[in-house]
C-alpha cells in the first residue's frame, strides 16, 4: 500500500525531528515484564575484549575481497554469506565518554573475507564454535553499517559473554522504501532458517538468542515458524531467548505466527510501548491496522508470550529503539536471555 501524500508528510516531519531529539535520562524506577526488575550489570561483555562481530547476510557484497566500505550494500545478494567484522570499541575513558556523546561509540573498522553459498552458515557456526550466541536482526531502514553498531551496542550495553553476531538483509536505508524492505526480510527467510538450522544441529554449539528490532521481528517470526515444521523440536530446543522489541507486525499476523509456535511461545519476549511513534505511523501506511509493538499489555499477554511495557520509559519523540538506550529496558532483554540459557 502506497503512503498518501499527507502520511509521506507527516513521516518527513517526524524523521526531521527525530535527528533532533534526544532520549531522556533512564528512570529511577524499572520496566516490569512480570518477573523480576534490576538494571545491567557492570561486567565487562565479551565483544569488550574481543570486538569481532559474526556476520550473516543477504546483502551483496561489496566488491573487492576482502570487501570494502561499505562493504554490503542494499542489494539482494545470492543467498546466505558469511564474514567476521572487526569492530572499533567505544574510548572508555572520561574524555572517549565525552566525544561519544557528539561522534557515536562502536565503529567498524575493517571486514574479513566473505564466504557465500552452501558453507556459508557452517562457516558462521564454526566460528561460533562452543559459545553461546546472540543474534541481532535489525529493522526498516537501516544500512550494513548502522546495523553492525546496534548489534554491538546491544551486546556490550547487556554484557553478553557470549558470540555477538548480526543477521543484515538488504534493506534499502530509505525512508520511502517501507515496501521493499518488507519484501526483503520476507525474501531472507530461507536463508535465515539454514542459519539457525546449522547453529541448532552443530553438536558443540551453545544457546541462541535472538533480539530482533522492528521489522526484523516478522522476519524472525516467519523464520521460527518455518523452523519448527521443518527441523523439529529438538532445532527449536536450542533457541533460547526471542527478544522481539517494537515489532513492526500486523497485530493479527503477529496472533497468528504465535499460535503456530505453540508452546515455543513461552521464549518470547516482547518489549512495545503504546507511545511508539514509528509505529503509529507504520500502522497508518498498512492500513490502521495496530502493530504488535503497539498494542495492549493485556492483548499481547493473551497469546502466551512475556511483555514488558515501555511505554514509561521513552522521552524521545519515536520511542521505538529503548532496547538500545535505555539501560532498565536492556535489563528485560539481559534477564530474558539469562532465562533462556537456564532453558526456563
Excluded at 25 to 50: H, I, K, N, R, Y
Aim: proline share 4%; hydrophobic share 45%.
Amino acid at each position: 500500500m502506497q503512503p498518501s501524500d499527507a502520511t509521506r508528510r507527516s513521516l518527513l516531519r517526524l524523521l526531521g525531528l527525530a535527528g533532533a531529539a534526544t532520549l531522556s535520562p533512564a528512570l529511577s524506577g524499572c520496566v516490569m515484564d512480570g518477573l523480576a526488575t534490576g538494571t545491567v550489570g557492570e561486567t565487562q561483555s565479551a565483544l569488550d575484549v574481543s570486538p569481532v562481530l559474526l556476520v550473516a547476510t543477504t546483502r551483496r557484497p561489496a566488491s573487492g575481497s576482502p570487501p570494502k566500505s561499505p562493504y554490503f550494500g542494499s542489494e539482494r545478494g545470492r543467498g546466505l554469506s558469511f564474514a567476521e567484522a572487526r569492530m572499533a570499541a567505544p574510548d572508555r575513558s572520561l574524555i572517549g565518554k565525552v566525544s561519544a556523546v557528539v561522534g557515536g561509540d562502536w565503529g567498524i573498522r575493517s571486514v574479513g573475507e566473505v564466504t557465500s553459498g552452501p558453507g556459508a552458515a557452517a562457516a558462521f557456526a564454526q566460528a561460533a564454535f562452543g559459545r553461546d550466541v546472540l543474534i541481532y536482526v535489525h529493522g526498516y531502514r537501516e544500512s550494513f553499517e548502522s546495523a553492525a553498531i546496534s548489534a554491538a551496542r546491544l551486546s556490550d550495553g547487556i554484557r553478553f559473554n557470549g558470540a555477538s553476531a548480526l543477521f543484515t538483509w538488504p534493506s534499502a536505508a530509505a525512508t520511502f522504501d517501507y515496501g521493499y524492505d518488507r519484501e526483503s526480510a520476507l525474501w531472507s527467510r530461507d536463508a535465515f532458517e539454514d542459519l539457525l538450522k546449522t547453529l541448532a544441529t552443530t553438536p558443540s554449539g551453545g544457546r541462541i538468542h535472538i533480539v530482533a528490532h522492528s521489522m526484523g521481528t516478522l522476519l524472525t517470526l516467519e523464520t521460527l515458524r518455518m523452523l519448527r515444521v521443518e527441523a523439529g523440536e529438538a532445532a527449536v530446543a536450542r533457541i533460547g531467548a526471542v527478544v522481539l522489541a517494537a515489532p513492526d507486525i500486523d497485530i493479527d499476523l503477529f496472533a497468528n505466527g504465535v499460535e503456530r509456535l505453540g508452546p515455543d511461545a513461552k521464549r518470547i519476549t516482547v518489549i512495545s510501548a503504546t507511545n511508539d511513534r514509528a509505529l503509529e505511523l507504520s500502522g497508518a501506511i498498512a492500513g490502521g491496522v495496530v502493530r504488535a509493538g503497539a498494542a495492549d499489555r493485556e492483548r499481547l499477554e493473551a497469546l502466551g508470550v512475556r511483555v514488558a511495557d515501555a511505554s514509561d520509559y521513552g522521552g524521545g519523540l519515536f520511542n521505538h529503539d529503548l532496547f538500545l538506550s535505555n539501560r532498565e529496558v536492556q535489563a528485560v532483554v539481559k534477564r530474558a536471555i539469562a532465562r533462556g540459557s537456564s532453558g526456563a
